[in-house]
């Protein structure tokens, strides 16, 4: 077998429906569109979720909920994350931002999941009272954002 014998299986591929070619073909005249209403037209596109007429899925579906506009969104830090920081170090939004640990897109608060070894000064918009527990009990200091 050579490159120029190849060709694919019987059967695997189909003639292109040829439309427009006259009556005779049995696709001539309306060429497969049918008679009148926006599909026969040229430029057709349908909108996307259009279903023919019948009412989409989209607005069959119930509604549930809504959505509050006024939820506020944090960055979120554990306590026990703050462990990598040398002792009396300024731990800020943006040092934390500069190291990786948050995006720094919304505010911070942190969380007291874990334990806190080293002395440190957290400046966050947000502590949970574990959290400022733990750090004040690591002879740390908390300073709240605004």
């Known amino acids: 077998m050579k490159l120029n014998d190849l060709k694919p299986a019987r059967g695997a591929t189909k003639k292109p ?3 427009g070619r006259g009556p005779g073909s049995g696709h001539g005249k309306t ?4 008679h009148k209403g926006h599909r026969q037209r040229s430029g057709f596109r349908s909108k996307p979720g259009f279903e023919g007429g019948q009412m989409p899925l989209v607005r069959r579906i119930p509604k549930r ?3 509050n506009i006024f939820k506020m969104a944090y960055e979120i830090v554990n306590v026990e994350t703050l ?3 040398e002792p009396n170090t300024e731990v800020t939004p943006d040092l934390l931002k500069e190291k990786g640990i948050i995006k720094g897109k919304q505010k911070l608060k942190i969380l007291g999941n874990g334990e806190i070894s080293v002395a440190l000064t957290v400046k966050a918009h947000r502590f949970s009272k574990s959290a ?3 750090i004040l009990k690591a002879n740390g200091k908390v300073e709240q954002l605004a």
């Open 132 to 134: 400022r527990d733990k």
């Open 83 to 85: 462990n990598k920081f």
């Open 31 to 34: 060429s497969t569109r049918g």
């Open 17 to 19: 429906k040829r439309i």
């Open 65 to 67: 909920g809504f959505t």
